[in-house]
């Protein structure tokens, strides 16, 4: 007998969606990823071009994430591309992640099944309203709808005991009496429970040897004022700095986009061109404003000398004023000295 497969139904397309960041920043990890999560944000754009995308993370994450990522997520955070829930919100960021996709309908995206928000939330187990994602070796991340497991009941029947609704009683933790020694001429053949005798010397005590100060190298200048995660060298950021102010304008071709901007190649440097910086409202994405290979006329808009970072604007972007020269604020006080002296003599 042939059993007929189930047909799957054709997948909706949702219309906003609350993505649970530190969910799936964690998926196969021991620490949240903020690159794992751009990565999983971008997929899921891609794939659902059409839908608005609201990222949540823990009040946590910045404080689990690398180091490295740290600047990165201040700046996502400043724009408003993930969002953390207030401090003591009940229920910490899965209540948080709920509450926003209950109040606008949404669906979320997450691996978590919210197993103690269940009787609140009953729309969990509705069909389109969860879905599920995990990154796949040479395929990329893959997203499928998904129903949260229940709880299980604590009376449900367990292998080799009979199905009742009634819990089966413990025996008590309480230890059972002893029987009283009973007493016979013989001495007993278990040693008496006397303490042992202190000795009266004290043992010689053996000095804890310390590690030299020649075992650790202690840190050089230079690696305690590296700049972490640097974009460019030194030579080219100084260079670019030097010859491109702040209201210069540019020409850049965009290479890559991440979840809040766009990276661009500036001759032989990379420059950065955030989501505010495209348009006036800013676009909800890199995506709907420019394209992969696409040349663009920038403008220099901020330096970041820890990162040797370069930020530039589609919009237009102040110059900076022109600092007089400490040669011409030198010569008027020596001209009026010789004229003096030329009166005097």
């Known amino acids: 007998m042939v059993v007929a497969k189930a047909k799957i139904g054709a997948r909706t397309i949702p219309n906003h969606v609350v993505v649970d960041g530190s969910n799936l920043a964690t998926e196969g990890r021991s620490t949240p990823s903020l690159t794992q999560l751009n ?3 971008l997929a899921f754009m891609q794939e659902f071009p ?17 180091k490295k990522e740290a600047s990165e997520f201040s700046e996502a955070i400043a724009n408003g591309e993930l969002v953390t829930p207030p401090a003591g919100a009940v229920g910490r960021g899965d209540g948080f992640v709920l509450m926003i996709a209950d109040k606008v309908n949404a669906t979320i995206v997450s691996n978590d099944s919210y197993q103690e928000f269940h009787d609140q939330y009953t729309w969990l187990f509705d069909n389109g ?9 040479h395929v990329g991340w893959v997203f499928v709808d998904r129903l949260p497991v229940r709880v ?22 309480r230890p059972l009496p002893r029987p009283a020694a009973r007493s016979t001429g013989r001495q007993a053949e278990r040693p008496s429970a006397r303490p042992a005798p202190r000795p009266t010397a004290r043992p010689p005590t053996r000095p804890i040897p310390r590690p030299s100060s020649r075992q650790l190298p202690r840190p050089t200048a230079a690696r ?32 890559s986009f991440a979840s809040h901007g766009a990276y661009v190649r500036i001759g032989d440097v990379a420059g950065y061109l955030p989501v505010r910086l495209m348009a006036a409202p800013a676009p909800r994405t890199p995506r709907e404003h420019v394209k992969i290979g696409e040349q663009l006329s920038l403008v220099v808009s901020d330096f970041t000398q820890s990162r040797r970072s370069i930020e530039v604007s ?28 030329q009166r005097r003599g």
């Open 39 to 41: 990565e999983a944000v």
């Open 50 to 66: 059409k839908t608005q995308v609201t990222v949540v993370v823990d009040a946590s994450f910045g404080h689990r994430i690398d």
């Open 129 to 137: 309203r969860l879905i599920g994602g995990k990154p796949v070796p």
């Open 152 to 173: 299980k009941s604590e009376s449900s029947p367990r292998r080799g005991v009979p199905n009742k609704t009634a819990p089966i009683p413990r025996p008590l933790s």
């Open 224 to 255: 305690a004022n590296a700049a972490p995660s640097a974009v460019n060298t030194v030579e080219q950021y100084e260079a670019f700095a030097t010859k491109f102010p702040v209201g210069t304008k540019v020409k850049g071709v965009v290479e």
């Open 314 to 341: 589609l919009l237009p972007v102040e110059k900076l004023p022109a600092v007089k020269t400490a040669k011409s604020a030198k010569r008027t006080p020596v001209a009026r000295v010789l004229k003096r002296r």
